[in-house]
């Protein structure tokens, strides 16, 4: 089992830059896919990317290609989403999640065992 807590939201205006940070608890870190998701108000929640084991491959909403990008630390038992040229439509919670195995579709929130509290980004034009 692993624990997340993402940090690292805030206010920013349009065209500005944040970086989530999640952190997990355990030793296990290297065994987990993880992903990031968000989710607007009145919205179900979306894929925004997701990054496998060791970082080998990463994947992206088309939405965000280009602007974010998802790395991780496995020594820090850390995984981060670096987002640049934010836009209004980026308002959202972000939530960082986890699972043992690469899911099937990677941007399905159903694939996740493991989520975040969430973290709030405040886009303003």
């Known amino acids: 089992q692993v624990q997340l807590v993402e940090s690292g939201g805030g206010l920013v205006q349009a065209g500005g830059s944040l970086r989530l940070s999640c952190a997990a608890s355990?030793?296990?870190?290297?065994?987990?896919?993880m992903g990031w998701f968000r989710q607007a108000p009145g919205k179900e929640r979306d894929f925004v990317a997701a990054i496998t084991w060791s970082g080998g491959r990463t994947y992206y909403a088309d939405s965000v290609k280009g602007r974010f990008t998802i790395s991780r630390d496995n020594a820090k038992n850390t995984v981060y989403l670096q987002m640049n040229s934010l836009k209004p439509e980026d308002t959202a919670v972000y939530y960082c999640a986890a699972d043992r195995n690469l899911p099937t579709v990677v941007g399905s929130s159903r694939e996740y065992d493991y989520w975040g509290q969430g973290t709030q980004v405040t886009v303003s034009s």
């Open positions: 355990g030793r296990t870190f290297s065994s987990y896919v």
